[in-house]
């Protein structure tokens, strides 16, 4: 864990360069628009420790997969999100002396993210080598307003001499993926242009031929004037266009920087019109000029926060974290778009393929349901229905037929990406998440339309799968599951993996309920669906008697419901027997020692009564998670957020907090030492879970918002808002009070502490 970042309600703050953080920072100020990221690289050159990285919105390409044993199944490939252009590069030169923070002296050095309205700021002071000192203060966002539209003011100020200085303004798609599996370069140029005061590249991925056009026009000030140039250069080299300016510096006299980038794909605009498109998008960039975009963008940033914000009175490390993980969803994922998703690492990072997980319909969907339009969420399941048909190839390079389907562990485009057999093959509860999205969608919206619409689709293909996985143990005289992968990945190839088992029967069931809905409520639909999954009524016998007969594994002595079948075989040990030179285990431990130890990377059982809390009374939940938190190592961000929740509905209190911090402040502190790749987006879609269904104890019944709410000791106050049925309504809770509010729509009526409440204006 490491405490560098300063405490502040709405701001992110760095204050001094450690070299060794950087790459940590590099990912924590990440900024975004929902359409490309950027991670907080310098816009100078830097040869210390870096992850340089700009990602734009959909664009892949499949690497080809790399495994030392191939086995029947595996993908070909996995598609990778990639590190796009660069379009902040500015390289400095001052008297021959590059400025570059690794070879300086630097002081003041400050940087800021101000998630109050999506800004980067960065100064600080650096000596260069033959003790020439500059000031720079750089700020940056990507445009919220427009999505192909960064920005960037850098202001460059010499205090202790008046010298030849050398700028560099560029576009450059001369850039390489560190986890490219071959050391292989992904992008090709198609076309580049330069001219004074601007350059423009388009550059296309090899085997995708997604195009990505970027552009860049800046505007030079020094000392408030327009500056003079000694002389303007055009630069082109493979890849990469630019400008290369000599001017005068001026002991004392600021010279800004505006540069202005449009970043343009292929999947928005047609290939041979993206050059024009680009110049249209500078133009009007320019034209605004920074300070208009700015105010444009943290327009989009104050709408945002008044859907989204939560606000906790008392305890700033908390407000900080919560915010940070909102802001850092609300950039990474607007749902404007039904191609997009969600991947682990967002917009800050190469890890994970920045591809789609369970992760979104497991943690992200109720985020996007609570505080956005029905419309985001609603785009998020309408991305897996599209996938469908890969589903069922998926399902069919792996022996099953008649139109099974099994999505993806990972996936940028419907295919299945990831390799390790344990995962690939085995950790199929992916598909119960899903189905259980379907249901939780509706639920929350009462959207039953989507059901006919789409849902039922991917609803039975789902159920096919579960029903062909499952097989009859005479020996048990019961249905069971044999070699899967629960949540919990510390264990593979297990046998009836509890969770796994709960989800697929519920999903049977759930389909069966659909079907019958269907069914009766649109007759001539519900032929249509049926014809063309050719589906067969008779199918759903042997569903309903794998209902009746799944075994599900339990110890009845200790009350709990067991991991899987082999569980109680492991020494049970907790995680306070671990030594402090053994955690994280999975960084210190051998993989055979990890599997077969009791400990548990994240919720599994308890992911199941997360999941299903309504059917399990309070003692059970108490017996289950006594018995597997103390195992519980939470070495995936997607861990403790879930234990907020339970530990909140058992009324421990103080774990609930613990458990809290870890989740909101996880990259902000480094928890998990592994910020560098990337942050952990999809887990903070669990703290805002953390907050509403944790201490907010939100749930939905029967089409009712209840909530049972309790204030940490740590907290004065919090509130939420949330969208719900066309209303949005406002949550205050205190030591001593709960305040409901109907901000807008109409009468509502609620649940508090278990009697009605009837919401008005
Ligand atoms: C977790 C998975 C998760 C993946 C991406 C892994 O560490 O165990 O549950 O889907 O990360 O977030």
Request: aromatic residues 12%; proline residues 3%.
């Given at each position: 864990m490491k405490e560098y970042l300063k405490h502040h309600e709405w701001q992110i703050i760095e204050e001094g360069l450690d070299p060794h953080y950087n790459k940590i920072s590099e990912s924590v100020f990440s900024i975004g628009n929902g359409h490309m990221g950027q991670r907080a690289n310098f816009e100078e050159d830097y040869s210390g420790e870096t992850l340089r990285g700009s990602y734009v919105a959909g664009v892949y390409y499949p690497d080809k997969t790399r495994v030392g044993w191939w086995k029947n199944g595996?993908?070909?490939y996995f598609a990778k999100v990639l590190n796009a252009p660069n379009w902040i590069g500015i390289r400095v030169t001052i008297d021959n002396q590059k400025l570059d923070l690794a070879k300086c002296k630097v002081e003041d050095f400050k940087r800021v993210l101000d998630m109050k309205v999506g800004l980067l700021s960065r100064s600080f002071a650096a000596t260069l080598p033959d003790g020439k000192k500059v000031r720079v203060e750089s700020k940056r966002f990507c445009s919220m307003a427009h999505g192909e539209i960064g920005a960037i003011r850098y202001a460059i100020t010499p205090l202790n001499f008046s010298a030849k200085a050398t700028l560099s303004i560029y576009v450059d798609a001369d850039v390489v993926n560190k986890d490219s599996n071959y050391d292989e370069k992904f992008w090709e140029e198609v076309y580049k242009e330069a001219a004074e005061g601007k350059a423009i590249v388009t550059a296309q991925t090899k085997k995708t031929f997604f195009h990505v056009t970027t552009g860049m026009k800046y505007v030079i000030l020094q000392d408030g004037k327009k500056a003079s140039f000694d002389r303007v250069n055009v630069e082109l080299r493979e890849k990469y266009a630019g400008n290369v300016i000599q001017l005068d510096l001026h002991e004392g006299k600021e010279l800004v920087i505006y540069k202005y980038a449009a970043i343009l794909s292929s999947e928005n605009h047609a290939k041979d019109k993206m050059v024009a498109a680009c110049e249209q998008v500078l133009t009007e960039a320019t034209t605004k000029g920074f300070d208009a975009l700015l105010e444009a963008h943290s327009k989009v940033w104050a709408h945002k926060w008044d859907e989204c914000d939560i606000t906790i009175e008392g305890d700033i490390a908390a407000q900080q974290g919560i915010r940070f993980n909102i802001f850092q969803l609300t950039q990474t994922y607007t749902?404007?778009?039904?191609r997009l998703n969600i991947g682990p690492k967002g917009f800050t990072g190469e890890k994970y393929g920045g591809s789609t997980y369970w992760d979104t319909e497991a943690y992200c969907l109720p985020f996007y349901l609570g505080t956005a339009e029905q419309n985001v969420a609603r785009n998020l399941l309408v991305y897996r229905h599209k996938h469908l048909q890969r589903a069922i190839e998926n399902a069919g390079k792996l022996?099953?037929?008649?139109?099974a389907a099994l999505y993806p562990m990972v996936t940028m485009n419907g295919e299945e990406c990831h390799n390790e057999w344990e995962i690939t093959?085995?950790?199929?509860h992916r598909n119960g998440a899903i189905a259980f999205a379907i249901f939780d969608y509706i639920r929350y919206?009462?959207?039953?339309?989507y059901l006919a619409e789409f849902g039922l689709d991917v609803l039975i293909g789902i159920s096919r799968f579960w029903s062909q996985r499952i097989t009859w143990s005479s020996d048990k005289n019961k249905f069971v599951m044999l070699g899967v992968t629960g949540p919990?990945?510390?264990?593979?190839?297990?046998?009836?993996n509890w969770y796994t088992n709960t989800i697929a029967t519920w999903t049977l069931q759930y389909t069966i309920d659909s079907l019958e809905q269907v069914k009766k409520a649109q007759g001539e639909r519900y032929t249509v669906i049926t014809k063309a999954n050719n589906?067969?009524?008779?199918?759903?016998t042997r569903w309903k008697e794998i209902i009746s007969k799944m075994h599900y594994p339990a110890d009845e002595k200790r009350g709990v419901f067991l991991q899987?079948?082999?569980?109680?075989?492991?020494?049970?040990?907790?995680?306070?027997?671990?030594?402090?030179?053994?955690?994280p285990i999975n960084q210190k431990w051998s993989w055979d020692r990890i599997l077969r130890?009791?400990?548990?990377k994240q919720a599994d059982v308890l992911q199941g009564i997360f999941l299903?809390?309504?059917?399990?009374?309070i003692e059970t939940i108490r017996k289950n998670f006594d018995f597997y938190e103390p195992m519980t190592?939470?070495?995936?961000?997607?861990?403790p957020c879930v234990h907020v929740i339970l530990a909140s509905r058992l009324g421990y209190k103080e774990r609930a907090y613990e458990f809290y911090l870890r989740t909101s402040r996880l990259d902000l502190d480094d928890y998990n030492n592994d910020t560098e790749d990337g942050c952990h987006i999809t887990s903070m879609a669990g703290t805002w879970m953390s907050v509403?269904?944790?201490?907010?104890g939100m749930t939905v019944k029967d089409g009712m918002l209840h909530f049972n709410p309790f204030t940490p000791d740590q907290w004065k106050s919090y509130s939420f808002r949330l969208e719900f049925r066309e209303r949005v309504i406002k949550i205050k809770i205190s030591k001593d009070s709960v305040e409901t509010i109907l901000e807008s729509g109409s009468p509502l009526e609620i649940c508090l502490h278990g009697k009605p409440v009837m919401l008005k204006r």
């Open positions: 595996y993908p070909e749902g404007d778009d039904e022996g099953f037929n008649k139109g093959f085995e950790e199929i919206t009462g959207d039953e339309a919990n990945e510390y264990e593979n190839n297990v046998n009836n589906f067969d009524e008779a199918e759903t899987q079948d082999g569980f109680l075989d492991k020494e049970l040990l907790r995680v306070s027997d671990l030594k402090p030179e053994d955690r130890s009791c400990f548990i299903f809390e309504e059917r399990y009374d190592v939470h070495e995936s961000s997607l861990s509403v269904k944790g201490f907010g």
